[in-house]
T-cell receptor
Framework: QKEVEQDPGPLSVPEGAIVSLNCTYS??????FMWYRQYSRKGPELLMY????GNKEDGRFTAQVDKSSKYISLFIRDSQPSDSATYLC???????????FGAGTTVTVRA | DAGVIQSPRHEVTEMGQEVTLRCKPI?????LFWYRQTMMRGLELLIY????????DSGMPEDRFSAKMPNASFSTLKIQPSEPRDSAVYFC??????????FGAGTRLSVL
C-alpha cells in the first residue's frame, strides 16, 4: 500500500465550477502537507503547503488537512481553463526529506 | 530568483550511449534531489544530497546510474549505458533545510 493515495481521475469540470481534490495518507507522523500543480511537459510547481492540521486559503485555492482522518483536500473555486493541470498531493515528516507523493489527479476545466 | 535550472530539456539518444543530465539548484539551498517520473510509477526519488554529500541513493535503479554534486551550485545525473526503459522525465529539486522542495522543468529523456 502506498503511503499517499490519490485518485488519478481524470476530472473534467465546466468553467466556474468548484474543483475538489482529495488524498488520504497512512503515516500519522506526516506533518507537512503540500499540493503541487504540474502543467503538461512542465515540472511540479508548489501551489500550497500547510503544517499540521487546519485550513489555508490563497486566492481561489483552499487546502485542508484533517489529521484525525488522515485526509488532505484542495478546493479550487471559480475554476478557470488555466487551472487545467495535474495536481499532486505530497507529505513530509519533520526532519525527514522524503516527500511521499500521490499519483496526481488530472483536471480539465472546460471553457 | 531563477529557480532550479535543468539542462538539456530534451535528450534523445540510442541504447548504449552515455547520458548526462545537469542541474543548478536555487542559490542558498543546501538539499538537492533527483527524481524520475513515468506514467506507470509516478515520481520516484532517485538520490538525495545534503551539503553536496550523497545521503540516500537507495532509489538509484542500477549501477548504470550515478550522480555527483561537486559544488553547491551544480549536480549531474549520469546513465551509462542507457537503455530504452530509462526513458522518462528526470527532475531535479532543491530545498532549504529539508522541507519544501522546488522543482526544475525537467529533462525528457528518450532512449531509442
Amino acid at each position: 500500500q502506498k503511503e499517499v493515495e490519490q485518485d488519478p481521475g481524470p476530472l473534467s469540470v465546466p468553467e466556474g465550477a468548484i474543483v475538489s481534490l482529495n488524498c488520504t495518507y497512512s503515516n500519522s507522523a506526516f506533518q507537512y502537507f503540500m499540493w503541487y500543480r504540474q502543467y503538461s511537459r512542465k515540472g511540479p510547481e508548489l501551489l500550497m503547503y500547510t503544517y499540521s492540521s487546519g485550513n489555508k486559503e490563497d486566492g481561489r485555492f483552499t487546502a485542508q488537512v484533517d489529521k484525525s482522518s488522515k485526509y488532505i483536500s484542495l478546493f479550487i473555486r471559480d475554476s478557470q481553463p488555466s487551472d487545467s493541470a495535474t495536481y499532486l498531493c505530497a507529505t513530509l515528516t519533520v526532519n525527514d526529506y522524503k516527500l511521499s507523493f500521490g499519483a496526481g489527479t488530472t483536471v480539465t476545466v472546460r471553457a | 530568483d531563477a529557480g532550479v535550472i535543468q539542462s538539456p530539456r530534451h535528450e534523445v539518444t540510442e541504447m548504449g550511449q552515455e547520458v548526462t543530465l545537469r542541474c543548478k539548484p536555487i542559490s542558498g539551498h543546501n538539499s538537492l534531489f533527483w527524481y524520475r517520473q513515468t506514467m506507470m510509477r509516478g515520481l520516484e526519488l532517485l538520490i538525495y544530497f545534503n551539503n553536496n554529500v550523497p545521503i540516500d541513493d537507495s532509489g538509484m535503479p542500477e549501477d548504470r546510474f550515478s550522480a555527483k554534486m561537486p559544488n553547491a551550485s551544480f549536480s549531474t545525473l549520469k546513465i551509462q549505458p542507457s537503455e530504452p526503459r530509462d526513458s522518462a522525465v528526470y527532475f531535479c529539486a532543491s530545498s532549504l533545510l529539508e522541507d519544501i522542495q522546488y522543482f526544475g522543468a525537467g529533462t525528457r529523456l528518450s532512449v531509442l
